[in-house]
Nanobody, 122 residues
């Protein structure tokens, strides 16, 4: 059974940094392409970042380019989202997702974590 568990969220001030972690269990991380999504109150869930199954390719939403970095550690079976220069509009629940069906992309993820809250105060 595949499980994804996020951690690392919290309350920070604008301009601060956070690193989210997503621990994957049940299958090796190299089995999946991985992604991060977020959902703010009253808004639809939106794509944030993705990393390919090989780990060689990454993709970012325009609103986080240059500020956020997705990475992974195969030895720890964990994916990370490093978030720098946080803004109040980054406030949301952040979800980790795994896709066992394709090598790389923004959609079609078939496993999801429970989410971790990130709140950025101004």
């Amino acid at each position: 059974q595949v499980q994804l568990v996020e951690s690392g969220g919290g309350l920070v001030q604008a301009g601060d940094s956070l690193r989210l972690s997503c621990a994957v269990s049940g299958r090796t991380l190299s089995s999946f392409s991985m992604g991060w999504f977020r959902q703010a109150p009253g808004k639809e869930r939106e794509f944030v970042a993705a990393i390919s199954r090989s780990g060689f390719n990454t993709d970012y939403a325009d609103f986080v380019k240059g500020r956020f970095t997705i990475s992974r550690d195969l030895a720890k079976n964990t994916v990370y989202l490093r978030m720098n220069s946080l803004k109040p509009e980054d406030t949301a629940v952040y979800y980790c997702a795994a896709n066992s069906r394709i090598d790389f992309g923004r959609s079609g993820f078939n496993y999801w974590g429970q989410g971790t809250q990130v709140t950025v105060s101004s």
